[in-house]
């Protein structure tokens, strides 16, 4: 399974791209990494800081084990080599944001090796555009503080809240080599994240978000000089900076120039990265391992619980909604969040006909929430209230379209679906005196298209179908109208 190939055309031919993400994802714990700390997003500026936090003398980290643990069970999410032996580094730089003048990270000895994710361009034939991106690595680090520039005119202010705070570095390897690939690497690792529940995956509030490495070459040739563009904070700019900065670095070499090892920014006003500072290699920031912190040693009971914690993750939940029957495209949609699968888990437990259930969530219910700007938490409808609608469907007293009118009156007002086929008389009749009087009615107000009909044009049989229909309001059953129809225009 390959994804198809990506090329830049250039004024020299064509080149390939090269890309590598560096997620930062927020652990989901109530503390930091290394202090009782809380973690509330958007908390009042430095209303969130231990003294290990600011970085006070004598101050010691210890190690949250719950974030070691979300950090682990990720690792398993997608088959990587879990380390039992693994150790804290200090990364040293100086940053007003950084109190202690250095980060605790992972370099030479992370707590989580090699692993993939398995990611697809094509969401109605998922397996035939699928392709296997490898992961290098997931470490754990503590995150530095944010500096604030708009309170004051001639000042900046540090806000510590965000210090110390658990990050997962998920590093991809250079298996990426489009837009379309990095995006759906992205959200594939959102959806694990948000599955395991090991972070939240809100890329708007800064929880999770990417370093994309971009390098250019001609096929065939080595790989080339990359550029890192930091702290991208959507699916969509990750993608329009793999685009943007693949055809400046083609213009620039086409030119005569070279690429610089370096770290940009992205400016999603102009769509257009720009650079920062030259970028630094692993010896500029003097790693050494943290004296403060003993190694980290797993034992089997603590992987074996952690494994234990896991959930049925997108790939298993896609290939069992599939093995009910539901088409790859429809599951690929139902397990693409890990709310969508849960409700869409929740009706199959009713009693609901995949098939029918699948087909009827991705689009009369989805197309209603995104019509009405609700997430599926918000839904006015339960997974049971759902059923009972479908139900009534698959038992004849609902047509399609009298399913279409009940389903809008159970969104406006939060009545179940029998009471409101009860209080408006939307039941589906198969009364076959009844229609057929109705059908006379229609052909006689139409002999010339009766006389057409029978002159050879058949495609007009759906406009008798639709005329009988809105005469008796939708309430006919559909099959009985097509075959009475078929006999009286025959």
Same mark, same amino acid.
């Given at each position: 399974m390959v994804v198809s190939e990506y090329l830049i055309r250039g004024n020299t031919g064509d080149w390939e791209v090269v890309v590598g993400l560096e997620v930062h994802a927020q652990v989901t714990s109530n503390a930091k990494l290394f202090s009782g700390a809380a973690t509330t997003f958007g908390a009042e500026p430095n %209303?969130?800081?231990?003294?290990? #936090?600011?970085?006070? =003398?004598?101050?010691? =980290?210890?190690?949250?084990? !719950?974030?070691?643990?979300?950090?682990? &069970?990720?690792?398993?999410? @997608?088959?990587?080599?879990?380390?039992?032996?693994?150790?804290?580094? &200090?990364?040293?730089?100086?940053?007003? #944001?950084?109190?202690?003048?250095?980060?605790?990270?992972?370099?030479?000895h992370p707590l989580v090796g090699e692993g993939s994710i398995d990611i697809s361009l094509d969401e109605k034939n998922p397996d035939a555009s699928g392709k296997r991106i490898g992961v290098e690595r997931i470490h754990v680090e503590q995150d +530095?503080?944010?500096?604030?520039?708009?309170?004051?005119?001639?000042?900046?202010?540090?806000?510590?809240? /965000?210090?110390?705070?658990?990050?997962?570095? @998920?590093?991809?390897?250079?298996?990426?080599?489009? =837009?379309?690939e990095a995006g759906a690497y992205l959200r594939k690792l959102r959806a694990i994240l948000r599955y395991v529940g090991?972070?939240?995956?809100?890329?708007? !509030?800064?929880? $999770? /978000?990417?370093?994309?490495?971009?390098?250019?070459?001609?096929?065939?040739? =080595?790989?080339? %000089?990359r %550029?890192?563009?930091?702290?991208?904070?959507?699916?969509?700019?990750? $993608?329009?900076?793999?685009?943007?900065?693949?055809?400046?670095? @083609?213009?620039?070499?086409? #030119?005569?120039? /070279?690429?610089?090892?370096?770290?940009?920014?992205? #400016?999603?006003?102009?769509?257009? %990265? /720009?650079?920062?500072?030259?970028?630094?290699?692993?010896?500029?920031?003097r790693y050494f391992p943290d004296p403060d912190l003993l190694p980290l040693e797993l034992d089997d009971a603590f992987l074996d619980e952690c494994r234990a914690s896991l959930p049925e993750l997108p790939d298993a939940k896609r +290939? &069992?909604?599939?093995?009910?029957?539901?088409?790859?495209y429809h599951a690929a949609v139902l397990t693409a969040e890990v709310e969508h699968a849960r409700w869409f888990d929740s009706l199959l437990a009713t009693g609901a006909k995949p098939v029918a259930a699948a087909n009827w969530v991705t689009s009369e219910f989805f197309g209603a929430l995104n019509r009405l700007g609700k997430d599926i938490g918000s839904s006015p409808i339960t997974p049971d209230g759902a059923a009972e609608l479908l139900a009534l469907v698959a038992d004849g007293t609902l047509s399609g379209s009298l399913a279409k009118q009940v389903f809008e009156i159970m969104l406006e007002t939060g009545q179940g679906a029998a009471a409101v086929v009860e209080e408006r008389g939307l039941k589906q009749t198969s009364d076959t005196g009844e229609i057929e009087k109705v059908i006379a009615e229609v052909m006689a107000a139409n002999e010339d298209k009766v006389a057409d009909y029978r002159g050879g044009k058949d495609k007009l049989f759906?406009?008798?179908?639709?005329?009988?229909m809105k005469a008796m309001g939708g309430k006919a059953n559909p099959g009985v109208v097509n075959d009475l129809l078929k006999t009286a225009l025959g």
């Open positions: %209303t969130q800081v231990s003294l290990v #936090d600011a970085a006070m =003398p004598g101050m010691l =980290p210890v190690p949250n084990r !719950e974030c070691i643990r979300q950090a682990v &069970r990720t690792g398993m999410a @997608i088959d990587a080599q879990i380390n039992k032996w693994s150790r804290f580094d &200090r990364k040293n730089y100086f940053y007003a #944001d950084l109190p202690q003048g250095y980060q605790i990270s992972q370099l030479y +530095a503080g944010k500096l604030m520039h708009d309170q004051h005119p001639t000042r900046s202010y540090v806000d510590l809240n /965000r210090s110390g705070v658990a990050l997962m570095e @998920i590093v991809s390897k250079p298996d990426l080599a489009s =837009p379309a090991s972070c939240d995956g809100n890329m708007e !509030e800064g929880s $999770m /978000r990417a370093d994309v490495n971009v390098s250019v070459r001609k096929p065939g040739d =080595p790989l080339g %000089t %550029t890192e563009t930091k702290n991208v904070n959507s699916v969509r700019f990750v $993608m329009a900076v793999v685009e943007q900065e693949a055809k400046r670095q @083609i213009e620039v070499i086409e #030119d005569g120039g /070279r690429i610089v090892q370096e770290t940009r920014l992205y #400016d999603p006003d102009r769509n257009e %990265t /720009r650079s920062m500072r030259s970028k630094e290699d692993a010896h500029d920031y +290939a &069992r909604y599939e093995a009910l029957g539901v088409t790859p759906g406009f008798f179908v639709g005329q009988t």
